[in-house]
């Protein structure tokens, strides 16, 4: 799912003829909008469409895997089960500390915290889809970026790292923990953090797609998505 920053002289009706979906699927995404004729310049919106959690994969195509569904196994939000995160370098800043700090949250309840990461989080992107706004507000409160480069979208916030000169882009062999992974999924996009190897399976940290309503929680788990990018900070 992508964002659009609302600039002066747009309406609802407009912007949805743009995107090519519609008022009431855009004030769907956007539950902070109560009426319809009523936007505010300056405030991003949530455009539906490709979204920025991941789906399962599609019958038929092996080329994914299935994200975990429970709190057990390897994408168990009970810690890092054994992951190892010191064989590619101490991650830069605290973001992977702080990450980890958040395992087994909620996402939705996690961005109505007043302070830390949830202060950083913006409260109105769905629960199904705070990967980018997760990753963005620990960036933050690592002091890696700043408010103005966070974005809820995953081609987003990866088109602002790669305009960071503090930021390059590495391969995952040379990942180490708290590097912000980009990936394409069947569905759209996800991001989450580089969290260490694991039998020699990368291990990611984010705000995943576990919960059986299909809302998402702070776990650690292997995936095996097709990477679009992989931002480093050079601190």
Request: glycine letters at 14%; hydrophobic letters at 30%; one cysteine or more.
């Amino acid at each position: 799912m992508s964002s659009y920053r609302i600039k002066s002289g747009d309406t609802l009706s407009g912007i949805a003829q743009r995107y090519g979906t519609s008022v009431s699927a855009l004030m769907k995404a956007n539950p902070q909008i109560k009426n319809a004729d009523l936007i505010y310049a300056g405030k991003s919106l949530n455009i539906p469409g490709a979204k920025d959690g991941f789906d399962g994969p599609k019958k038929g195509n092996n080329n994914y895997t299935n994200p975990p569904q429970n709190a057990g196994g390897t994408g168990g939000t009970g810690g890092t089960g054994g992951v190892d995160t010191s064989g590619s370098g101490a991650p830069t800043g605290d973001a992977f500390d702080i990450a980890k700090s958040h395992l087994g949250k909620n996402a939705g309840s996690l961005k109505l915290e007043k302070n830390g990461v949830g202060s950083d989080m913006e409260d109105w992107v769905p629960n199904n889809v705070n990967c980018a706004n997760f990753v963005s507000a620990c960036l933050e409160q690592a002091g890696l970026i700043t408010n103005a480069q966070h974005d809820n979208s995953v081609m987003g916030l990866m088109a602002k790292l790669d305009k960071d000169p503090d930021f390059k882009r590495v391969d995952l062999k040379d990942a180490k923990p708290g590097d912000v992974v980009s990936m394409k999924t069947p569905g759209g996009q996800h991001v989450v953090m580089f969290a260490g190897w694991k039998d020699g399976k990368p291990q990611f940290i984010g705000s995943n797609n576990v919960n059986a309503d299909g809302s998402q929680k702070v776990t650690i788990s292997s995936m095996n998505y097709p990477i679009m990018a992989v931002h480093q900070h050079r601190g």
